[in-house]
């Protein structure tokens, strides 16, 4: 037997011992945007090192940032002429409350009808947990890889990986590698699987407006000054115009124009109008005229309102004349687009569009570059091999419109092909409710794992 | 010495005690509208009784409602002949959080420079408490009263009075009276008090739009759903015309035309940009053109946000599209408006400009009636007698921009004359943070409240 086929075997003959490891990661709390989560971080980074030294890593460190710890490991004994993959995840997760449409607790993982519903399942506990349990099928059975490989597990994903590139810059020969693996994206369904050529860059802003210098009564100054949150309604209504284009000037001036090949490939892949409002639930669907929906999320940037939060919004009536109103906005931007230089362009339009009634002032709070791969990359094609004999279906390439800042940051700070093998579904509800993960996917995600390092290999 | 004369020195003489009782009163936070307060708010009308009995106040009952309570006290020995007087105020009062910009905790009365700093101090309670202390002061020199006087204090006026018009229906005889006075309404500043000749109505509502049914993350599906934060502030922002008048068709329809000796009257009170900017601190002033600032504020409907809530507004970057979102709203309505008409306008105006990308609705809270007073009935002038001697100063007449439901609700009810006798500031900042009530004035308020009871008995 070849050591890829045992160490397949011994993933499939201990899918349920691995299902019980992730139901014990995902039941830590470690959402890093929450302070009060902090311990919960440090406390699942500790609970992957333990697990990494158990399957046979080596070197394996918990490094302490600023922020949350990121975990490094290694096993290197592929010998002479063997290639390197560096492996990224990060376990950190975003905010959950059961009160937010929960149908179980988030931190209470959940398995019904084979799937996981817990709060990071899918993203990104879940795939990422499959290159572990890959590395340890084949420790566990021939007692090597074909490659050599490094782990590199951070904890500050979701909040723009805040120290992640500092420690890259500085460990660049520790970080040595010939290819990048991240899983962190979704296909469209569980019988398609998708390798990610495309992801969106994000700019992050929030947009104060100040009105009056403190709360007033809305009987005895309604009418007389601007009130803050009608202000704010007044600026964010004026973010798009009446195609839904994105109406802040300059906008889409480094944008590159789609070429007739690429929308014929990406029509491929395009899902209906059906499909959308069956996923979301929207009475009617929406967005930039003239493009498809896969245009619309891979190869067009977006403005989005993430929150609004101004003036009384507790129980009852309180007739308050707020004194200030704000708005978290964030661009998912496409390759060629810069996250500065769109943050400069939408600080300059809502200065230019705030009445003089009125103050405002936007500020940034994370960016992310947008990346863009070609598919014929050798390490490409090793990819899709491992999917067609891992996964058990050829897969398709898709330009996703999430982010995956890192992916830029590391071809240029490394110099190497990142690969992005989604092991998710774009229904797996990533950051809402009810986030959910296949048991049937993890398990096929850590064939195609396991098939990958064969294939990268050769 | 007269009654009135032995009053007044009375009241000159136990200043102190009556600030002392004062502070206490504040400091229990009789906050209606939150369910935790509930014991306070009891607690706030068992102290209100309980001094009704101490100064000699007849027939104290602390009434159980399905709400707050309603404390119902009289005195009615004047004799034969004598007018019977109704005093309103209430003991309830608005939400208040030191984090909202307060300098001092909200339900610890502080003291500074002889104003004192306190959820409730200028509304109403320290408005209300004047006319407990009137009646002490004849009650503990003469033994009695010029008139008849009974008391009515409500603990849900910031709640839209829910229970207290079934009360009044139920007991017009108890109730009965010649004239009603209330002290919830402020001037401009304390050498130039006020009669408030008219009040606004109120329609207060929240607008709720809905996309899709859980919140989605935003790299997801921005750009293919309508964003409901956005839709929100979209609709928001149609709520008005380029000349700041309300859009909604059909909003002006009922409101009088104001008559050139109305704008000449009204005129005479207006206040300068310059106030209303220092007043503030916005940077320039806003509203209806072609209406100056105390039009803008009496005798012209208003759309205001009080309020917006949707997605994401905690800490740091959460990458959210909101499943829905929802801005609680009021208009201010004046004479001859009717709040439940205005409420059907509103929600149809709003179901018409959704767009079908959304779902939309809008709930009704309250409503509170408009009114407007003649400034010649004997009453007025015999409230405007008792201020020249009492506070100093004859009052002028305001059309103030608050609502009080209730002066329509008795007027209809009681079939009484309501006279609006402000002991308060218009920048004692109820219902906003730092709300603080002058004690001179509390001081001239008593005085004046003695005059009242002896000139309206002439």
Sequence with gaps: ??????????????????????????????????????????????????????????????????????????????????????????YDVQPAYKEDNWKTEPFEPTVIENVLYARGSSDDKGQMFIHLKALESYLKTSGSLPVNVKFLLEGEEEISSQHLMDFVSENKELLKADVCVISDTGAQEIE?????????????????????????????????????????????????????????????????????QDRADIAKTDVSEAVVKDLTGVPETWGEAGFNFRERLGARPTFEVNGILSGWTGEGSKTVLPAKAMAKVSCRLVVNQNPQKIYELVRDYVARI?????????????????????????????????????????????????????????????????IMMGYGLNSD??????????LEMFHRGIQTAICFLDEISK
Tied chains: 1, 2.
């Design 1 to 90: 037997m070849t050591s890829v086929d045992a160490a397949r075997e011994y993933a499939a003959a201990h899918g349920q011992q691995f299902e019980q490891q992730l139901i014990e990661l995902v039941s830590i709390p470690s959402v890093s945007a929450e302070s009060q989560h902090k311990a919960d971080v440090q406390r699942a980074a500790e609970w992957l090192a333990a697990d990494l030294r158990q399957v046979g890593a080596e070197n394996v460190q918990v490094i302490q940032t600023a922020g949350h710890p990121i975990i490094y490991a290694d096993w290197l004994h592929a010998g002479a002429g063997a290639r390197t993959v560096l492996i990224y995840g990060h």
């Design 192 to 260: 398609q699987p998708a390798i990610t050529t495309g992801v969106r860059g994000l700019t992050y802003m929030e947009i104060w407006v100040y009105g009056p210098k403190d709360d007033l009564h809305s009987g005895g100054f309604g009418g007389i000054v601007h009130n803050p949150a009608l202000g704010l309604a007044q600026i964010l209504s004026k973010m798009h115009n009446p195609d839904n284009s994105v109406a802040v000037p300059g906008f889409y001036d480094d944008v590159v124009v789609l070429s007739e």
């Design 429 to 438: 509800g990533a950051h809402g409710p009810n986030e959910h993960y296949s």
């Design 354 to 418: 705030t009445p003089p009634t009125l103050r405002s002032e936007v500020k940034l709070l994370s960016t992310g570059s947008p990346a863009l791969m070609e598919s014929d990359l050798p390490e490409v094609k090793a990819a899709a091999r491992a999917y067609t004999t891992g996964w058990g279906k050829e897969p398709v390439f898709l330009r996703e419109g999430g982010s995956i800042p890192i992916v830029v940051d590391f071809q240029r700070e490394l110099n190497l092909p990142v």
